[in-house]
């Protein structure tokens, strides 16, 4: 019997039947809602009457949707920089710890994954508040002699969006310092660099890739934390996930909260895009 006799269908090879049910909850729960959105987007009145492109040409020329756009953007810029400084020390500690210490660090990583985003951030309510934690270490031991503002200010807000994403940082920085040769860094050390040399030249580039996962993660999460940025920004601050709520329950105005939505998805689509890109460029950077 030859071997193309008794060679048999490919081991990967299904039928697409199989991904029918996977393919109609993504077209009911995703696709449909999305062009519910775009359609809604090109009414013109918010009683929803007749068509036109007038709500992108407000969100063009108002003034005031534009700059909460990139406001947002630039919290979750801001975030991301943050998260990545912590995350990489973090990571860094956790690879060079000892088996019972990584276990406990994991566990401090992970934990917060398991708790509502609601509790960690009333939490930072507490801690950040006139009379929280903060101020009243900082009173006790009088370094300040009146409680600061640290509650609803963007300081506040970026610290206790870095703190409920950092889990999304650390965990791709882990994986990626995990998979480094530590035989890379004696030898970088037997020819004579130093120990930052050795950082900036061999361990930066080649976590690359985690970085830039661990910045995707973390910024898409940053910009569209609506829980975070409404308790800790409260009313002092607005950005677009406070926005389009305002618009589409409080003020009824179903189109222009459709088409601000759209217009924050392909903002975010395009940020996407740019992390994919450096993600591509960075594993050609490890390859080479």
């Given amino acids: ?76 810029v801001q975030t991301t920089l943050l998260c990545l400084v912590l995350g990489y020390a973090l990571a860094w500690s956790y690879v060079r ?46 370094w300040i002699d009146g409680p600061l503002k640290l509650l609803y200010t963007r300081a506040g807000l970026i610290v206790t969006l870095a703190n409920v994403q950092l889990p999304l940082m650390a965990l791709p920085l882990i994986t990626a310092l995990q998979k480094l040769d530590p035989n890379l860094e004696d030898a ?15 361990t930066l580039p080649l976590t690359l890739p985690g970085i830039v996962a661990g910045c995707l993660l973390t910024f898409a999460a940053s910009i569209t934390a609506f829980i975070s940025q409404s308790l800790i920004g409260g009313g002092q601050m607005l950005f677009m996930p406070m926005y389009i709520y305002q618009q589409a329950s409080s003020l009824q105005n179903w189109p222009f ?28 950077h490890v390859a080479a």
């Fill in 188 to 202: 970088s050390s037997a020819l004579g660099a130093s120990a930052l040399r050795t950082f900036v030249k061999i």
């Fill in 97 to 142: 710890s000892p088996g019972a210490v990584q276990k406990v660090l994991m566990l401090a990583i992970v934990m917060p994954l398991l708790t509502s985003v609601v509790v960690r951030t009333f939490a930072w309510v507490v801690i950040l508040g006139r009379q929280g934690i903060v101020n009243s270490v900082l009173m006790e031991f009088g």
């Fill in 1 to 76: 019997m030859t071997t193309a006799a008794i060679k048999g269908p490919p081991v990967t090879g299904y039928s697409l039947a199989f991904a029918t049910p996977l393919a109609a909850f993504f077209v009911l729960f995703f696709l449909a809602p999305l062009l519910l959105l775009v359609v809604i987007s090109f009414y013109a009145t918010p009683e929803l009457k007749s068509f036109g492109f007038g709500q992108y040409v407000k969100i063009a020329t108002d003034g005031f949707t534009l700059p909460v756009l990139f406001d947002t953007l630039w919290l979750g």
């Fill in 257 to 284: 909260a459709a088409a601000i939505s759209l217009v924050f998805l392909v903002a975010v689509m395009a940020c996407v895009t740019v992390f994919n890109f450096l993600g591509r460029l960075s594993r050609g």
